[in-house]
């Protein structure tokens, strides 16, 4: 019973978080403006990154979770990267 409602929780868990990647893929195109974009590439990868540790967790494999901690360090990045070019038109100064 255990391993059915385990299976069942990561499953319902991908497709709570495929619909928020949805949800953010929507305000990516159609964000007002370009710092509601930002947010939402934010909020993109880093469900995708969530996204990726649930699968690692259904199929017992770690290079998921490499692959997630990676994703989200270079995520961090882009996303400063972005800020500071919204806020001062350069990112290298």
């Known amino acids: 019973m255990t391993a059915a409602l385990l299976g069942g929780a990561v499953l319902v868990a991908q497709l709570l978080l495929a619909a928020a990647m949805g949800c953010a893929g ?26 990726l540790l649930v699968f690692g967790i259904r199929t017992g494999s770690t290079h998921y979770f490499e692959a997630a901690l990676l994703m989200t360090l270079l995520g961090f990045v882009a996303t400063a990267a972005l800020s500071k070019f919204l806020m001062r038109g350069e990112v290298i100064e």
């Not at 929507?26 to 996204?51: C, E, I």
């Open 26 to 51: 929507w305000r990516v195109l159609r964000g007002p403006r370009a710092q509601d974009r930002v947010l939402a590439l934010d909020a993109l990868y880093v469900n995708a990154a969530m996204l």
